[in-house]
Structures are given as structure tokens and as C-alpha cells.
């Protein structure tokens, strides 16, 4: 009954739309964050149930819809879900409350503006990973980012002014370079019964266009999602942002937006320039081989632990970005199961970031140290996620990194061998994060005790067992993307 009124995508949208809306008007505290955690628990639920529907042959009308919109243009209000949708809208609702969670502790000026803005972020990412409309899918990418950007500017640190500035001009330049692409591939289509042509994804997919037009739109459109990622060169707003915002904000950017530039570069430039693809695997590819190795080094070099971890996720990102372009099965199922992987992961450690520094005072690791005397149990947590950030067999980051540099390696054997300096260096500054902070002679900063609450020890608890689960068995991801895997690599003749 459901796909005959409703669907899982409008649900996933406008739920927190309108929560976010009304939490502008709770201006208590405590009832504020109270109504967010609300708003992402249901969330949650709805897409939980709703990967009991994946099966588009059978439920096809409770994962897709389409209403008249700018019909005289092209334009439909279309979204739906498939395997890949399915997951990332799942990440974005289970980070969400993890995040609440996690932070319930923080308290914030105007928190009605704050949580607002949080939960129009999360409406946000939902429609960047359901709209299957080129013009939708624009609008839902803008809407993501500017939530984020006042959260940044209002509630972030001493230079968030200028690393929220620096953010903004990148996006902003990024995003028009897309709005122009979007708009020539607009005029390439074909006529619909009420206009000329169409923003539909599926006229996309169809349009007519040469190897030279494909060549410079390529650009338009990868440099717009190479910077939400962020692949080098395109990356140095990314540490600056990080640093500056406040801990929700930077879970957010973290863990679930820069997975909107992975995915858009699946879901819009794979299919919609494949020979411009063909053409320019390489050059992407070792760009982001070599980002992976200087973000690897400059995070090796790092004293601020919030610089160290926005350093690595440069470096996961760029083995993400390196295995979509090999165009093979072995990478393009890496890549569909380590966006899951990394977006929980990162967001744990931010959280254990976010507990240090709000107990302690300071994030230098030179300043840290023998916190593990204190406070056992958060270093139990600790050690667990960093080795799960450095991919060790049985967590749940090893599979998607093993078959990342498998699809890597069928592809360039050289590429594969560089992008494993990426892995030692990664165990270097991780393993040396660790020993800093927890262990070794502690001081009058870091004697401190119970730095974990409840509600942080459940949120902790569940990824570590998320950790292992999927680390395990990773079966489910698999079988959920797989046919995603199928469409975008048979647009390839290779």
C-alpha cells in the first residue's frame, strides 16, 4: 500500500525537511536536540524498512516517483533508489543519529539555527543520492552545502571566517562549472512530448555527444566532484574546513558529504562521458595515486590530531577515486562498499577526537598523552577504529580496500604498487596517533576521568560491532550494488 501513496524517497526527503524546518521555532536547548535525535531516528527507521524493499522488479513503485514540475523545460521532481542510492541514503540516516548522539553533550548558541540547519543538511544529502533528475539533482547538491557553510561560519572556530570563505569560493566556482555542463548536455537531448528537450537521467544517458564535446565537459563536471571529494589537487580547502568546524559539522563533511562526489562521479560522469573516461583514466588516476601519498606524508607530519584525520581522509578518498576509474568489477564493488565503510569510520573517530578535545582542551599531540591510564575504555575504542581506518583483515574497511587494490592492480600493476605506499604510511601515522594520545607518560591535561557518557559508549559500542559485522560478512553490501556495479560498467566497451 505504501508505493501506492507515498514512496521511500519522498519520505527520506521530506521528513527531515520539514523536522528541521519546525526546529527553528523550539528555542529550549534541550528539547531542541531532543526533537533532532527524534527526527534522525525515524529517519533511520524509514530507510531501515525500506532496504526491505531493493528489489525494483518487484517493488519498483515504493522506490521511485515523479511529479510534474517544469514540464516546458524538461524538468520532473524525480527521485528514486537503487542498490547504491539504497545504501548512501542508509549511511546518511545512521550517521545522523550517531552524530546526535554522540555530541548531546555540546551545547551551542541559537541551538534551534544549529540543529535546523543540521537536519536541512541531512534532507540535503538525501536528495543528492535520490534525484534522477539533472536539475533536481543540482538543487539538492546546493542545498546540502549551504546548511553546512552557516554552520561553519556561526558555530565554528577562531578562523572559521576565512576557512569557511575559502570553502565557499571553491564550491561556488565547482558547482557553476557543473551548472554549465549540465546545461550543454540539457541542450544535447532529445524532445519530450512538452518540451525540446530534457533534464531526465535517462536523456542524459542517451545524449548525443562527441569525444570533443565529452572531452572539456568531463572536466566540468569531474572538478566539480573532485573538490566535494576531495581528490588532489583539488583539496586545500578540506583540512582548513575541518579544523575550523564545529565536531557535528565536520562529521557531516566527513563522512557523508564527500561521498556525493564518489557517487556523482558513478552515477553522472561514468555513464554520461564514457570516452571522455577512457581518455583521461590515467591522468585521474594518478592524480589521485599521488594525493593519496603526499596526504599520507603531511598527515605523518601533523601535531593538530583534527589536521592529522581530514590528511587521511584525503588519502581513502583518493584510493576511491583511483579504483572508480580502472572501470572494472573488482574496483567499482571496492568502491560501492568503502563508501559505507569509511563514512562510519571516519565519524567514529571524529567522535573520539571530539571527546578528547572537549575534556582535555587541547588537540596538539604533543600536548596528549596516557589517556589510556584514565580512561581504558575509550582507548579499547580507540585502538579498534584506528585499525579498522587502517584497513586490518577482519575489520570492515579491509574488504573494500583489498578489492579497491585488486581492481587497481587488474588494471596497472605500477599504480598499484604506488598506491601501496599509502598503506605503510597510513599504519605509521595511525599507530603513532594512537601511542600519543593514549599512551606514554600522561600530564596535568590529560588526568582526567569518566570522558565518556552513556549515550557515547552505545554509539561506540554499535560501530565497533558494525566494524567487525562487516568485516566479516559483507555479503549484504555486495548483493545491494551489484546491480548498480552491472548498469554503470556496461556503458564500456572494453
Not at 100 to 113: L, Q, R, S, V
Not at 230 to 256: C, K, N, R
Request: aromatic residues 16%; contains cysteine; glycine residues 6%.
Amino acid at each position: 500500500m505504501l508505493g501506492k501513496y507515498i514512496t521511500f524517497p519522498e519520505l527520506l526527503l521530506w521528513f527531515p525537511i520539514i523536522t528541521g524546518l519546525l526546529a527553528f521555532f523550539i528555542k529550549d536547548q534541550k528539547k531542541v536536540k531532543a526533537w533532532a535525535l527524534f527526527s534522525s531516528l525515524i529517519t533511520l527507521v524509514i530507510s531501515v524498512v525500506s532496504l526491505c524493499y531493493t528489489d525494483n522488479t518487484k517493488y519498483f513503485s515504493y522506490n521511485y516517483v515523479s511529479y510534474i514540475w517544469l514540464q516546458y523545460l524538461g524538468s520532473s521532481f524525480a527521485v528514486g533508489l537503487d542498490g547504491m542510492g539504497h545504501m548512501l541514503t542508509f549511511l546518511t540516516a545512521v550517521s545522523f543519529p550517531i552524530i546526535f548522539a554522540a555530541t548531546y553533550k555540546n551545547d551551542y548558541k541559537n541551538p534551534n539555527a544549529f540543529f535546523g540547519l543540521m537536519l536541512l543538511s541531512q534532507a540535503g544529502l538525501m536528495g543528492v543520492f535520490v534525484a534522477i533528475d539533472a536539475l533536481i539533482f543540482y538543487f539538492f547538491w546546493e542545498l546540502a552545502l549551504i546548511p553546512v557553510y552557516f554552520l561553519c561560519s556561526r558555530w565554528g572556530g577562531e578562523r572559521r571566517i576565512a576557512a569557511t570563505w575559502k570553502f565557499f569560493i571553491y564550491t561556488f566556482v565547482s558547482s557553476l562549472l557543473m551548472l554549465v555542463g549540465i546545461i550543454y548536455v540539457y541542450l544535447q537531448t532529445g524532445p519530450t512530448q512538452f518540451s525540446d528537450h530534457s533534464f531526465s537521467i535517462a536523456a542524459f544517458y542517451k545524449a548525443n555527444i562527441s569525444l570533443s564535446d565529452q572531452t572539456w565537459l568531463f572536466w566540468l563536471f569531474f572538478i566539480a566532484f573532485a573538490v566535494k571529494m576531495p581528490v588532489f589537487p583539488f583539496h586545500t580547502w578540506q583540512p582548513d574546513t575541518y579544523e575550523q568546524s564545529p565536531a557535528p559539522a565536520t562529521m557531516v563533511l566527513s563522512g557523508i558529504m564527500v561521498k556525493m562526489g564518489v557517487f556523482a562521479v558513478i552515477r553522472w560522469v561514468l555513464p554520461v562521458f564514457p570516452e571522455a573516461v577512457l581518455k583521461f583514466d590515467n591522468i585521474v588516476i594518478g592524480l589521485a595515486v599521488a594525493g593519496m601519498i603526499y596526504a599520507s606524508c603531511i598527515a605523518m607530519v601533523q601535531n593538530d590530531l583534527k589536521r592529522l584525520v581530514a590528511y587521511s581522509s584525503i588519502a581513502h578518498i583518493g584510493l576511491m577515486c583511483a579504483a572508480i576509474f580502472t572501470i572494472n568489477s573488482t574496483g567499482m564493488h571496492g568502491v560501492m562498499i568503502q563508501m559505507l565503510n569509511h563514512g562510519i569510520n571516519i565519524i567514529a573517530l571524529w567522535i573520539v577526537v571530539d571527546i578528547v578535545e572537549k575534556h582535555t582542551g587541547v588537540r596538539k599531540l604533543s600536548e596528549l598523552g596516557g589517556l589510556a591510564l584514565h580512561t581504558p575504555l575509550l582507548a579499547i575504542f580507540f585502538v579498534i577504529i584506528a585499525l579498522a581506518n587502517i584497513a586490518l583483515p577482519l575489520t570492515n574497511a579491509f574488504v573494500g580496500e583489498f578489492a579497491m587494490f585488486s581492481g587497481l592492480y587488474e588494471y596497472n600493476p605500477w599504480f598499484a604498487a604506488l598506491a601501496g605506499i599509502s598503506i605503510i604510511l597510513a599504519a605509521v601515522y595511525t599507530l603513532n596517533m594512537v601511542q600519543k594520545i593514549f599512551y606514554g607518560q600522561d600530564n596535568i591535561l590529560t588526568k582526567v576521568v569518566s570522558l565518556v557518557t552513556k549515550k557515547q559508549k552505545i554509539v561506540l559500542t554499535l560501530i565497533v560491532l558494525f566494524i567487525f559485522v562487516l568485516g566479516v560478512y559483507p555479503k549484504p553490501v555486495f548483493d545491494l550494488t551489484k546491480d548498480t556495479v552491472t548498469t554503470i560498467l556496461s556503458r564500456f566497451d572494453k
